[in-house]
């Protein structure tokens, strides 16, 4: 699961959830269609970046994956907040 700026998943957001100060109002399940995925490793400690107006972590490395755990492979599916 893709890291957040603060040590959760993004897999482990909920409804009424807050993200870098923005409320997740709705949550869904997208099929995912493409054979790989891409992600930033930004050149900070932190390992965090922007992400559609929102901070979230890397999964190549940085603080906010060492607070979730090691980075897994990419699941078919992706949860995208609305």
Not at 6 to 17: I, Q
Not at 32 to 40: A, L
Not at 48 to 69: N, P
């Amino acid at each position: 699961m893709h890291p957040t700026a603060d040590g959760r998943t993004v897999g482990a957001l909920r409804e009424g959830d807050l993200l870098d100060g923005a409320r997740v109002l709705a949550i869904s399940i997208v099929p995912y269609e493409h054979t790989f995925t891409y992600d930033i490793l930004p050149d900070s400690e932190t390992g965090a970046y922007f992400a559609g107006g929102l901070l979230i972590g890397s999964t190549l490395g940085g603080a906010a994956v060492e607070a979730c755990g090691s980075a897994t492979q990419p699941s078919s599916m992706d949860q995208t907040i609305r």
